[in-house]
Structure formats: C-alpha cells, structure tokens
C-alpha cells in the first residue's frame, strides 16, 4: 500500500524547544511516508543546536521567505484565481475567521497570501495531506491552504495557552475543516470539545506526544543536584523553584541547579539568583541539543518542572526515560504523565513551600526516589513512546483518506 505523502507545517521548525515534532516527522518516515517539512518563518540559529536541526532546517520550505518574491507572490494569486468560486470562498473565509479589529483582518490577509504560496508549493510537491502542529496562526494557513487547494489537513493541538484565546484562533472553525484533530491529551480533548461542535467530537483523538527511550541511559545517583529543562518564560513559574532553594540552602548545602533553555525572563532570574544568594548554586546553560539534554539527565537527581500551565511536557517524559524521578506542578494534563507518589510528587502551582517539601522529601529517601524513577521509565516506554504515537497518527491519516477512520479516541490495545 503506497502511504499518503505527508508535508508537516508549524510556524518556526525546527526549533530546540519542539524536538518532539522532530522525532513525530523522523517516525513517521521510518514508517514509510514522504514527509515535506514547512515553515512560516525561518528559524534562528539559536535553535540550530545540533546536527539534526541543522539538516532539518536545511531541507525546510519556508514560506515568508518563498512569499517575499514578489512574481511569486503575484504568480501563486493568479494561479488560484484561475478557479474563482474557489478563490472568494477561500477569501472569504480568511475575512470571516480574522480576529476582531483592523488589525485582526490585515493579519489574516497576510496568511491568505502565504495560504497561497503554501498550497502551490504542497501541490507542485504531490502532497496528499498536510498536517499542522499548535493550532494558531500557521494553522490558519493551513486551514485557508486546503480552501484554496482542497489538499485536507489535520492539526495537533497542545495548549495551555491557545484555551486562553480560542475565539481569537478560531480553533472550532479549523476542528470543524480539518480531517481530524490529534489532541496531546485527555485534558486538552476535553478544553476543545468547549469550542468545537458536538458533531466533531468522534474526530477529536489523543496522540500523544513522545520520546524515544532508547535515547535516554537509565541513571541513578545519590546527590542533590535538581534540573530545569525548558523556555525561560514566566508561564515557568521557575521564581518559585528560586525561592523553594532559599528556603532549603541552608539545611541541604550540596543542592544545586542547573537550568537548560533560554527566553525573555533570563536576565530577570539571573538578578534574582543573585538578589537570593544563589548565584554559585544556578547554572544557565541556554538551549542544548536532544543529546545534551540526555546527558544532563544523566547527571542529575531530580527533575522539576514548577510551571503555571502546561499540555503534557516532553521534558518530563525524558526525565522519567532516564530513570529520574519529577517534581511537577498538578496542572492541565501533567497528572495523566505523572501519578502523584509513582513516578514522582505533584504540587499546586505556585505553592513554594509544597516545591519545598517535595524535594526536601526526595532526597531524605533515597529508595523511594529510585523506585519512583523505575516506575517513570516504564510509564513513558509504554504510553509515550514516540514511535507507537507516530503509528497510532500514520493510521489516523491512512484511515481517514481512505474513508475507514478509526472509532476510538486511542488505539484500543493502549487504552
């Protein structure tokens, strides 16, 4: 059977702090499909972080700088004009889908134009189906892509952040268009089903996000060291792990910290490590590839993720392949990863002394930790294993271009 050949379109690949799409695309092909990678934008070099970035980037269709041409511009216009219903009824959607305001339209006529130059490039390609990561403004490409070219596409949605403006996204317009949805978890489902008509629902289905665990060395070690793996942004809430290690300094003089990832509040917590006395005990060490990060896990005791929202955090699920028990915040649809006391210890939000607590806690019980590591590597082999997913969404595809899908939210042997 000849597999549908895929082009998959995000608005920045690859970037360093989306591997798991690029282990979803490398998957995929191994599978046996034919995969186009897009992107609206072009990558900085900040997240060219390794050689399997920098090769993806290389072989990535980027469709502002495509669309900058301006005879390309005006050709890919024309060429879709030469189906008129089909243009305005494309357009038309691009001006009654735009968030409110000028603004709102004058962005949406952008993507109308980049819409065009996507589809030409997906049908001078022989592309069958085109799939979307994160929902937003590159899936509103997509969406007016398939007005324009009637190529089908399908999106993963991940959240938190896109729930908080749905209506700006337009995310019941796009689930009502696409094949169907991938939704990361039971939780996530559930925030679209609030938007999205009922009559959608069956083909709202979970596909996970995943690893590879043979990527990760199972580790175990007896000292204090804590990792944060992850964008240096408020939604992190990493101020409440600054302030947790105040807290703990001076009865756990070997705890330490080493955080991997970079973003906006980065001098921020730099002054605040300092203004804490904490500066000798933090390490930033800005954005590392997928194989630094493995060996930073490797020399680690436990993983904490203290964030305010979240979808279901990859960095968790390689803590957890690598045998490290997590400390994570009991938010959205962490607990579906993590079981409170299994594979590490969930606190509320924000909470500075229950992040106390738990670490403390960790480290006075050595035993309980490893088992705690043990039970997190054998949850993310089973559940969250990239090449399961990548086949659970391959027969997503097929099932649905060949008008057989799938009646169930997830593969009934995983259930």
Known sequence: ?????????????????????????????????????????????????????????????????????????????????????????????????????????????????????LAAHLQDNHITHLHNHIAKASCTVAMLSE?????????????????????????????????????????????????????????????????????????????????FVGRLAAVKGVPILFQAMANLKQDMPD???????????????????STLGLSDRVKFLGYKSQSEVAAALLDTDMFVLPSFAEGVPVVLMEAMASGVPVVATQIAGISELVS????????????????????????????ERQAMGEEGREIVEKHFNTGKEAAWLSELICGYANGTPPKTKRPEAKS
């Not at 007005?147 to 403006?165: C, K, N, Q």
């Not at 949805?181 to 008509?197: D, H, N, P, T």
């Not at 594979?343 to 035993?367: C, H, K, M, T, Y």
């Open 147 to 227: 007005a324009l070219s009637g190529i089908p596409y399908s999106f993963t949605i991940h959240g938190p952040d896109i729930f908080f403006e749905p209506h700006h996204w337009r995310i019941d317009e796009k689930a009502a268009r696409a094949r169907f949805v991938a939704c990361i978890s039971e939780f996530c489902r559930s925030q679209l089903m609030c938007f999205a008509g009922q009559t959608h629902w069956d083909r709202l289905h979970i596909v996970h996000c995943g690893i590879e665990p043979e990527r990760y060395g199972k580790t175990w070690h007896s000292g204090q060291r804590l990792l």
């Open 255 to 273: 705890l330490s910290l080493t955080l991997i990832g970079d973003g906006p509040e980065r001098a921020f917590l730099e002054d605040m490590a």
């Open 1 to 117: 059977m000849t597999l549908p050949k895929l082009a998959y379109l995000t608005g920045e690949y690859p970037r360093a702090s989306d591997t798991f799409i690029q282990r979803e695309v490398a998957a995929l092909r191994q599978l046996g499909h034919q995969v186009e990678t897009c992107s609206i934008r072009t990558t900085g070099p900040e997240h060219l972080v390794g050689k399997e970035q920098r090769e993806e980037h290389a072989r990535t269709f980027k469709v502002l700088d495509a669309a900058k041409n301006p005879l390309r511009l005006i050709n890919t216009q024309l060429r879709w004009m030469r189906s008129p219903r089909r243009y305005f009824a494309a357009l038309a959607l691009a001006w009654r889908t735009a968030p409110k305001g000028i603004r709102g339209r004058l962005y949406n006529l952008f993507y109308f134009l980049e819409a065009g130059v």
């Open 340 to 367: 409170h006391g299994e594979a590490g210890w969930l606190i509320p939000p924000g909470n500075v002394e229950g992040l106390s607590q738990a670490i403390e806690r960790g480290f006075l019980d050595p035993p």
